[in-house]
């Protein structure tokens, strides 16, 4: 007995020790992308579309992980003509008959109308699903208008069925973002390796003055909300990690500045903001306070564009300076990992049940949405080819 | 003796085994009964009782192995668990578990604080210990259990809406649960200084009644104690303080046939306690959990510290789990 005892004693601490040893290896994928990237000249795909009796112009650039539209009728009630297989240079991206080319960001950088901007209809990215679930029998482009069902089932609180509002994680759970910090683009960075983002890293961008600000997925998918000022506005951008949308509003309105955070509900699957003011919780895909004092409040939102970092960079141009997002948010985080695991690949895993499913497109293939009269047209990729 | 040396080398070298298993982890909701209750075989027709508090700080957001500096979040798993023995024979013994819990989660905010709690009965356990080996300086206890989903698994929250997993009371499952325990003295001149190793596996099955999920399985789960304890006199008063390592490991949950990418892991916790004889019948104990080393998948937030008190009354003169000396 003795034997016995002294020998599992002795392979209980040998084997306690090799456990104790173990170490955690963590994956670092290095920063970087092509410090010097040659200017993209590409053959632009449009198409020239009507839809809710809006003539509207969409682009697509799947290396470059962009799709934008535009209303093709200006402010002037003059409605362009936009040539197919134009060759440009991004950010150029259309070219009208008048002569006029445009930028992704609407605006016209030569020919008569420069300076001129082309009216924004509300449009974003995001997962296929998230627009399947929120705007049901949702067009795809290339198939008839469907007729839009019924959506909303809204109960006494809510302004949306309150049945598909989960809670994903408490409030605050995921730490928005109120003081954000920027650091500026340099190329001598990507030069050194010492830059944090690779060409394939989706980013928010929004227009700042003569300079843009980016806001990267990567940072966003840890904290969903950030609150900011640009160019002189007070806006709140958002990104929700399970539908892949975003979207940018003023905080400003009632004639009160607010701040917004994670409520940590979810409707659909995606981000419910809330303010502090009146703690109101609003849809980031509705757009819209749906529960709460300012309930049925709309917001008002601002232009953006999401694109990849290889195109962000690419609009440094004639001095504008490009302020990215830091990772020196104020939280402890490695922004190099991702926390949803598989769930941007997986199609078949949705975290949270939806109210309209629809498998015509895989559920997580990123498509634009386009919204008029709150109804939806989806554009793919494949659709430009 | 070549069998029973099997046995109990089986029990502590599986301890170390890296199993790949499936594992509830503490993050999830469900009382901590297989990191709380006692093992031990009762004499025929004894019966003993006991009361375990255990108080688990959840507050240690972990990032792929690292601990990050962030400690917004504070979860609380507080559990009462009642915990009966009866000893049908002087080797076979059933043991009830009935715990009660209570779960609160705060979030400091940049704006506010957030607090949310819930509280209910979790997932009673019925276990039958069989003593397969009961000699002079050595006992060897094996267990074969069942865990019931009587605990909330679907509880709702002030707003109306399902409070998450981390928040239910139960796991909404029926588990198994395979236990063992061997204890032995190591010194002939100090046979009060005992080895002690024990052994708990949870298998746990799939449930469609877990939050919102159509399916959801939580992992499997193997926890491991094993170290000293001594027996020393304070007057009167008899003091048994122990120095242990817990090494406990859990795989990931799937929830509607996905892995969960933010449970699972392996933890190794320094788990120190006392435990006082009050009389011949009644005892108490307090140990501490203390993490040394844990290494969990994804971005988990996990314990940071607990504490099991524990009140025991055993109504015989004398019970072969709690008392070495005596059964010598």
């Known amino acids: ?333 490695d922004y190099d990992i991702y926390p949803y695991g598989d769930y941007r690949t997986n199609h078949n895993r949705i975290s949270y049940p939806l109210k309209f499913e629809d498998d015509r497109v895989p559920s997580k293939e990123r498509v634009l949405g386009v919204l008029i009269n709150d109804k939806a047209k989806a554009f793919r990729f494949q659709d430009f080819e | 003796m070549k069998r029973i040396y099997s046995i109990a080398m089986l029990i502590t070298l599986s301890a170390w085994c890296p199993f790949s298993v499936y594992s509830q982890t503490c993050c999830t909701g469900g009382a901590p009964i297989t990191g709380g209750f006692q093992i031990g075989a009762e004499k025929k027709g004894n019966i003993s009782f006991g009361a375990i508090f255990d108080l688990n700080r959840i507050n240690a957001l972990i990032l792929e192995g690292q601990t990050l500096d962030d400690d917004r979040i504070l979860r609380n798993t507080n559990s009462f668990i009642f915990q009966g023995n009866y000893g049908v024979s002087d080797k076979l013994t059933f043991t009830m578990l009935i715990p009660y819990v209570w779960l609160n989660e705060t979030i400091s905010g940049s704006i506010s604080e957030t607090k949310s709690e819930t509280s209910g009965i979790g997932d009673l356990t019925l276990l039958s210990q069989y003593q397969v080996l009961s000699k002079s300086r050595s006992i060897l206890t094996l267990g074969l259990g069942v865990k019931f989903p009587t605990g909330g698994s679907q509880l709702k929250g002030q707003n109306n809406f399902v409070l998450p997993i981390t928040l239910q009371p139960g796991s909404g499952s029926f588990d198994f649960i395979l236990a063992g325990q061997f204890s032995t003295s190591l010194f002939e001149s100090r046979q009060s200084l005992s080895f002690y190793n024990s052994l708990t596996y949870r298998l746990n099955t799939e449930s469609d009644k877990v939050t919102f999920h159509d399916t959801y399985q939580f992992g499997n789960e193997l926890l491991v104690l094993s170290g000293f304890s001594d027996q020393v006199l304070l007057g009167s008063t008899i003091l048994e303080p122990s120095l242990m390592l817990r090494f406990r490991h859990t795989g990931q949950d799937t929830a509607d046939e996905h892995l969960n990418p933010n449970t699972g892991g392996n933890w190794l916790y320094l788990v120190p306690g006392a435990r006082v004889k009050l009389s011949s019948q009644i005892s108490s104990g307090i140990t501490a959990d203390l993490p040394i080393y844990r290494n969990l998948k994804g971005f988990q937030l996990t314990t940071s510290y607990r504490i099991t008190f524990s009140l025991f009354v055993n109504l015989a003169k004398k019970t072969l789990s709690f008392d070495i000396d005596n059964s010598q």
């Not at chain 1, 170490?23 to 198409?47: F, L, M, Y």
């Not at chain 1, 949702?138 to 109960?155: I, Q, W, Y």
């Not at chain 1, 227009?207 to 904290?223: A, C, E, R, S, T």
Request: glycine share 6%; with cysteine.
């Open chain 1, 1 to 333: 007995m003795r034997t016995f005892s002294n020998n599992a004693f002795i392979v209980s601490i040998v084997l306690m020790s090799v456990l104790l040893i173990t170490s955690c290896n963590k994956d670092e994928t290095p920063a970087g992308g092509d410090p010097n990237p040659t200017p993209r000249v590409d053959v632009v795909n449009i198409i020239k579309d009507d839809f809710q009796g809006t003539e509207l112009i969409a682009y697509a650039n799947s290396d470059l992980n962009v799709m934008v539209a535009f209303n093709a009728t200006l402010a002037d009630g003059t409605t362009l003509t936009f040539e197919e297989a134009t060759v440009l240079t991004f950010p150029e991206i259309l070219k009208d008959t008048e002569g006029n080319i445009w930028n992704v960001f609407g605006q016209a950088v030569s020919g008569p109308r420069t300076g001129t901007n082309l009216r924004e209809i509300r449009s974003f990215m995001g997962y296929w699903f998230s627009f399947a679930a929120f705007f049901p029998k949702v067009t795809l482009f290339g198939e008839s208008v469907n007729e839009r069902l019924h959506v909303d089932d809204p109960s006494n609180d809510w302004l949306v069925d309150p049945d598909f509002v989960f809670i994903g994680s408490f409030k605050d759970g995921i730490p928005a973002l109120n003081q954000p910090s920027f650091i500026e683009y340099d190329k001598k960075l990507e030069v050194d390796n010492k830059f944090f983002l690779e060409n394939s890293d989706l980013v928010i961008v929004i227009q700042d003055g003569d300079n843009f600000k980016v806001y990267p997925h990567k940072i966003l998918d840890w904290h969903e909300v950030v609150n900011d000022v640009v160019a002189n506005e007070k806006v709140v951008i958002s990104f929700c990690p399970l539908t892949g949308t975003s979207n940018l509003w003023s905080r400003v309105f009632e004639n009160q500045e607010h701040v917004f955070g994670v409520s940590g509900l979810l409707f659909n699957s995606n981000l419910i903001l809330y303010d502090d003011i009146t703690d109101s919780n609003w849809s980031q895909i509705k757009a819209t306070s749906v529960n709460g004092a300012y309930k049925s409040l709309e917001s008002n939102n601002l232009a953006f564009k999401e694109m990849n970092w290889e195109a962000a960079k690419m609009l440094s141009q004639n001095g504008s300076v490009i302020k990215v997002l830091s990772e020196d948010t104020g939280f402890s985080r």
